[in-house]
């Protein structure tokens, strides 16, 4: 992408937080409701939409496909991440009137972190074929450890005692935890989006898409949390077959394009896409259908 671009999205998204910055600060004793935060999550999924077709006009219909099989992965890595935050605030009792803040700032921390990823994750891909072994390896460990994990989890680590033996307020014990999580989620998503796009505009702008709007996000699912029981599941299913097709890919970068006699398949953008839509489909209808028994069961037995 030409410089102009680059400016002109830079531009964009200092804007969009500097708006979300100033609503946060000016609205930060009043507690978000469902009706508000339902809107402003329609806006900025309807301006993800709206930019993914964009792209298709002034760039490629590759592009376009690789923008949103790479937005909706990360707004799904995102919204796992987002019940984490959800756990650590409730954990550390932060008051309702300082969410917004501590949110808004935990969602930047995330956004510089994975700017830094990208540009080491676009420097090493460019240079050197063989990352993509290593890319792929470590997405598919990391479904391994989703797989065995039952529920959304979060441990208070040493740092965050050593910050309450200190006296840290809350708030300030918040946005470390908030900040060290931003980091092991930026570990998986730059990755995994690597493993759909090779363009680093497109792993920029389908990272910042699926972060803005997390705050508002965040006031919408928290109900929802414990409703998406096999959420992490279908995350863990994504990332291996991401996996998988880095390491076909890492194959053919290095000019091996059989194995013991077998060709290497190559696999599509577009079948990425219809994997990733699909295994999210099913994992959130199966989910609200087993939860929603349980909860009539519940009920019964009560």
């Given at each position: 992408m030409s410089s102009t671009v680059w400016?002109?999205?830079?531009?964009?998204?200092?804007?969009?937080?500097?708006?979300?910055?100033?609503?946060?600060?000016?609205?930060?004793?009043?507690?978000?409701?469902?009706?508000?935060?339902?809107?402003?999550?329609?806006?900025?999924?309807?301006?993800a939409i709206i930019f993914g077709i964009s792209v298709g006009q002034w760039s490629t219909s590759q592009a376009q496909s690789e923008f949103f099989a790479g937005w909706i992965t990360e707004y799904s890595l995102s919204i796992d991440n987002l019940f984490i935050f959800i756990i650590i605030l409730a954990r550390l009792k932060i008051a309702k009137s300082k969410e917004q803040l501590v949110l808004l700032i935990g969602i930047i921390m995330a956004l510089v972190l994975r700017g830094i990823f990208i540009l080491l994750g676009a420097a090493a891909v460019e240079r050197y074929t063989w990352v993509f072994f290593i890319f792929g390896a470590f997405l598919l460990?990391?479904?391994?450890?989703?797989?065995?994990?039952?529920?959304?989890?979060?441990?208070?680590?040493?740092?965050?005692?050593?910050?309450?033996?200190?006296?840290?307020?809350?708030?300030?014990?918040?946005?470390?935890?908030?900040?060290?999580?931003?980091?092991?989620?930026?570990?998986?998503?730059?990755?995994?989006?690597?493993?759909?796009?090779?363009?680093?505009?497109?792993?920029?702008?389908a990272n910042v898409f699926a972060l803005m709007g997390l705050r508002q996000l965040y006031f919408l699912i928290g109900g929802l949390m414990k409703r998406l029981i096999y959420l992490t599941k279908g995350l863990s299913l994504i990332l291996a077959f991401i996996g998988v097709k880095l390491i076909l890919e890492a194959f053919h970068g290095i000019e091996i394009h059989t194995l013991l006699?077998?060709?290497?398949?190559?696999?599509?953008?577009?079948?990425?896409?219809?994997?990733?839509?699909?295994?999210?489909?099913?994992?959130?209808?199966?989910?609200?259908?087993?939860?929603?028994?349980?909860?009539?069961?519940?009920?019964?037995?009560?």
């Open positions: 400016a002109i999205t830079f531009a964009g998204l200092f804007t969009v937080l500097a708006i979300d910055l100033s609503i946060a600060i000016l609205r930060r004793n009043i507690e978000t409701s469902f009706k508000e935060a339902a809107t402003w999550t329609v806006i900025y999924v309807t301006a460990l990391t479904a391994l450890k989703l797989q065995g994990e039952s529920d959304h989890e979060w441990k208070e680590g040493k740092l965050i005692l050593w910050l309450k033996k200190r006296g840290s307020s809350p708030v300030t014990i918040a946005l470390f935890a908030l900040a060290f999580t931003d980091l092991i989620f930026a570990l998986d998503s730059i990755p995994a989006i690597f493993g759909l796009t090779k363009d680093p505009y497109i792993v920029f702008t006699g077998v060709h290497i398949p190559e696999i599509s953008t577009q079948l990425s896409l219809v994997v990733i839509i699909g295994t999210l489909a099913i994992t959130a209808i199966s989910s609200l259908v087993v939860s929603g028994k349980r909860g009539i069961n519940k009920a019964n037995h009560h």
